[in-house]
């Protein structure tokens, strides 16, 4: 889904002409094939990347390390190596163990942008318009690629911001992983209860939005969770507090409280906006 | 809102001539009369029940009391009275103490339908097309008013089901008051965080999503949880057993189990689906 929207817009952005795909499964090679999301199909990733300018991997975050592996010997100082993956530190610590001097030429990336649809057949041309890209270069980082890597970004319609690895994975477990463990740990909390499912179908379009990336794939969150385990502990910690504070100012009947921390919250959300949205939403 | 969408649907529907309308903030039936959304303001909570047929209580659960003693000595036995109230329980024992014999007039009512934006200008005349509306009837409920209050949301396009006021807030607790505490939990949880302001500017659609009912209305969601406090406990614990389970998991390392944890949750949302929706959705 990732990958295959980047080169649906790639493609319609005339920065490449020729999209070399490779999937470990070769159905969703020959379904890309069909949909016209690549031009030519590799029989290994290692056969994708060579020769190729630009070479993005968009593999489940604990796939990464084995996909540098694979295509090792055919990165070139010139290349332009990218990822998508929603943890950064164990990516490039990944890229620095496996990669050693050409891992100037990889720019890790994170394109703020997703559905919890997977696979070839969401690919969506539009799906990194008007979206935000995180860069987290390290001091190796050869400037030709970041520049590139930038410039790519920008023309897909991106807005791009740098940060160290590290703040990149502290925000996201806020602000992303943690949202997503609770969403999954409500819809086990109710569907464990006897009579979970009685009440899951009195679910309204409240209960739709807030668990619409519980259906996210669980073999990606799976490898974002263990990636991320240090910030997700600190960021669940916290929640647990917040949580907590709440619902004993519900047991104790403290209504001023409650109160003042409900608006606290209602203040906070009616003033964030989707960066690159209009606050119209 | 829940009121002014109500009227301007039973309007559209021929299914009333005049619409009388009361607000304790005289600002709101001044714009009320103004967007066409009632016909006459009355001067009061009283003087707006005298001489209806159909009233309908659109106010924070806790106001729901005050609201029956202010009503009750113009309340005739063949007038049908609703509520929009997401508890049930506290509605119904206010209204047993507060109406006495004319209880049989009142069918509590919860329309499965909301936005997080209040009052009168958020009003929408489709608001109800396509819910579900439960109704708690009593033993002392009358059949001919119960009769009424089906044959109304029918005709609004809703799907009509009937239910205990203790089945019904057992329900509620967990698939929409839980997960509203959870959303604002959420919201305090960041914003108390030194960064805090730096990690929602990164945030994206998951997290529009998932945290669109932090904006709710504070003093609604107050008298919620408080009414419903007893359910809410039980939720709470429930989802903070799912969530430490989950949290050890991660911190164990223990693939295995998150990952079967994580398929679980994502599997038992894609089967969800929002009643009366396509599941195209």
Redesign the interface.
Known sequence: MMGSSFALAMKRAGLVKRIVGYSKSPSTTAKALQLGVITVEAASALQAVSGSDIVLIAVPVAAIEGTFKAIKHMITPDMLIMDVGSTKSDVVDAAQRILGSLVGSFVPAHP???KERTGVESADVNLYAG??V?LTPVARTLTNQLNRAQSIWTSLGCSV?SMSPDAHD???A???H????????????????K??D??????????????????????M??DI??AN?VQ??L??E??????D???SM??N?D?KS??T??????V???N?H??NELPT?
């Open positions: 703020i942008a997703g979206r935000k995180i911001e502290a925000a996201f806020a602000v992303s943690l949202p997503h463990l609770l969403a999954f740990a409500l819809m086990n909390s109710i569907t464990t209860q009579n979970g009685d009440y899951l179908s009195l679910a309204g379009t409240g209960f739709r939005d807030f668990t619409r990336i519980a259906a996210s794939d669980p073999e969150w799976h969770f263990m385990k997700m502990t960021q669940i916290q929640f647990q507090q917040a949580l504070l709440m619902a519900i047991s009947s209504s409650l109160q921390s409900i608006a606290h919250a209602s906070a959300r009616k964030w989707l960066s939403k």
